[in-house]
Nanobody, 123 residues
Framework: QVQLVESGGDLVQAGGSLRLSCAAS????????MGWFRQAPGKEREFVAGITGSGGSTAAADSVKGRFLISRDNAKNTVYLQMNSLIFEDTAVYYCAAKKWGSVVTIKTPDYWGQGTQVTVSS
């Protein structure tokens, strides 16, 4: 089992940048595919980006491609989401997720969730 704690959410102006972090506790972090999801008010939770356990493969939603980058540091049991060129529509609660032996496809149905961190983009 893995526990996930997100951090880094903040209020930022449109065009700005933020980096979210997700610290994982539990053994064998590198065996988990990791992902970021977000949920805006009144909308369903949506996939943002995913990364395999080794970090060798990544995927991102079309809405964030070229602006957001997912990465991980297995020595620190941490996954990151670098968000650049933020727009108002990126405002949401961002969740970290994990899936044992997952891929960038199967991470879309994760086994574990964090509690979320709020990102607010002012226009």
């Amino acid at each position: 089992q893995v526990q996930l704690v997100e951090s880094g959410g903040d209020l930022v102006q449109a065009g700005g940048s933020l980096r979210l972090s997700c610290a994982a506790s539990g053994p064998a972090f590198s065996t988990y595919a990791m992902g970021w999801f977000r949920q805006a008010p009144g909308k369903e939770r949506e996939f943002v980006a995913g990364i395999t356990g080794s970090g060798g493969s990544t995927a991102a939603a079309d809405s964030v491609k070229g602006r957001f980058l997912i990465s991980r540091d297995n020595a620190k049991n941490t996954v990151y989401l670098q968000m650049n060129s933020l727009i108002f529509e990126d405002t949401a609660v961002y969740y970290c997720a994990a899936k044992k032996w997952g891929s960038v496809v199967t991470i879309k149905t994760p086994d574990y969730w964090g509690q979320g961190t709020q990102v607010t983009v002012s226009s």
